[in-house]
């Protein structure tokens, strides 16, 4: 089945640590992107990709970081400058360079917690 | 500033009521408009996705409407479930962005 695939599904950081989630996806789509998700918020976008080897900041971009090495995956890192990371992060792919007509998919998200 | 509000936050109805949920916006210049639904501790499953020169979209119990002028957008469900309990999050495109604004979204609760 095609999808987005998201891992782990739960994730714990110490203070002062990088981690780093995964986003795969086999749709074949370009864009790919990742928001955050706190309770009683929107969605806010973290980063997004329209090609291989392209990406841009979003709204809070700071205290994060992105590669994008094959299109299929796009891994953000939550580094140790990020200071209040405590949340639930979604990835998100669409078959275009940008939204235009096309629909978004999700994965399942990955719950973050510092400890 | 390009939002998208969703009134009200929470709601509640018996099983079998008509569910009605409203996503308002701020700007008419907009690619398309998508509902997603999404259960506690998930990501978001997509429900129905609006293209700007629609009016409306159907999927079984479901039906979105769009009216750009006015800058509002609304999720009917026909007969509702408790299955249907989950929160409803409306997302627009708008021109010139390369990403959605989101509603905070209905949590939605329906009452066997």
């Known amino acids: 089945d095609g999808g987005i695939t998201q891992s782990p599904k739960y994730l714990f950081r110490k203070e002062g640590q990088n981690v780093t989630l995964s986003c795969e996806q086999n749709l074949n789509h370009d864009a790919m992107y990742w928001y955050r998700q706190d309770p009683g918020q929107g969605l806010r976008l973290i980063y997004y990709?329209?090609?291989?080897?392209?990406?841009q900041k979003g709204d809070i971009a700071e205290g994060y970081s992105v590669s994008r090495e094959k299109k299929e995956s796009f891994p953000l890192t939550v580094t140790s400058a990020q200071k209040n990371p405590t949340a639930f992060y979604l990835c998100?792919?669409?078959?275009?360079?940008?939204?235009?007509?096309?629909?978004?998919?999700f994965g399942q998200g990955t719950r973050l917690t510092v400890v | 500033k390009q939002e998208v509000t969703q009134i009200p936050a929470a709601l509640s109805v018996p099983e079998g009521e008509n569910l009605v949920l409203n996503c308002s916006f701020t700007?008419?210049?907009?690619?398309?408009l998508q509902w997603f639904r999404q259960d506690p501790g998930k990501g978001l499953t997509s429900l129905l996705l609006i293209q700007s020169s629609q009016r409306e979209q159907t999927s079984g119990r479901l039906n979105a409407s769009l009216d750009k002028s006015s800058g509002r957008s609304t999720l009917y469900i026909a007969a509702s479930q408790p299955g249907d309990s989950a929160t409803y999050l409306c997302?627009?495109?708008?021109?010139?962005?390369?990403?959605?604004?989101f509603g905070k979204g209905n949590q939605v609760v329906v009452i066997p």
């Open positions: 998100a792919s669409t078959n275009t360079q940008g939204y235009g007509d096309t629909e978004a998919f």
């Open positions: 997302a627009v495109a708008y021109y010139g962005n390369n990403r959605l604004a």
């Open positions: 700007d008419s210049a907009i690619y398309n």
């Open positions: 990709s329209q090609i291989v080897n392209d990406f």
